[in-house]
C-alpha cells in the first residue's frame, strides 16, 4: 500500500491556511494532519504526533515560523510574502526543504508536493545510501532533470532496484526512480535484451498491450 505523507499547516491567516490545506488534500498521497496559527500551537501537535511535512509561514503572532522550522527536526516548506533575500537564506540555514513566497499559483505547491513524495519515496529504509541515490532525490527534490545528476549504468541499477520490490511497467518505473518514461522505456528495453530484465505483456480491454517488466533472478 502507497504511503500517506501527513502535512501540517502553521499559518494565522484561516483563509490562507484553508487554501493551503484544500492544495493538500487535493494531492495524491497526502492528508491535513492539522492546521494551527500560532507557534506554541504547532508545539503541542508536534510533540503529541510529528507530521511528516510543516508548510510553515514566517511571520506568526508569537514568534517567527523559521525558527520553529529550526528546532523541531521535522521536514519543512516555509510559505511567506517575505521575499527579502536574508529571509530566504535564513530559512534554508534553519533546514527548510523548499521556500514559496506568497501569493503562488495552486500547482506550484502541487508540484512541490508531488516532488517531495517522490524524494521521500528516494530516501527510504535503513540500509545505506549508494551516492547516486542521494543525488537522485536530490535532483527531486529540487526539479532538476535526472538524466544531469545520475549516469547512464546508475540509472539501470536505480531501475532495477525499482524491479526488486515487484514487477513495473516503464510508467510506474519512471515514477518511483525519478526519471523520464522515456528514459525508464528505453533503458528496461536495453536491460530486456541484454537478458537482465524480463518482459511480459499485460493485455487491456482496448489499445496496445502494456509491457510489464520484471528483474531476473
Known sequence: MARTWSVLVVDDDFRVA??????VEAAPGFRVQGSV???AEA???LAANPPDLMLVDV???DGDGIELVRGVGVDAFILSAADEAATVRRALHAGALGY???PFQRQVLSERLDRYARFRHVLTGTRGLRQEKIDQALSILYGQTASTAISRSSTEQLLLDALAQGELSAAEAAERTGVSR??????LATMAGQGVVQVRLRYGTSGRPEHLYSKLA
Open 18 to 23: 484553508g487554501i493551503h490545506s484544500d492544495i
Open 43 to 45: 508545539r503541542e501537535v
Open 182 to 187: 522515456a528514459t525508464a522505456q528505453r533503458r
Open 100 to 102: 514559496l513566497v506568497k
Open 37 to 39: 496559527r500560532t507557534i
Open 59 to 61: 511571520y506568526l503572532p
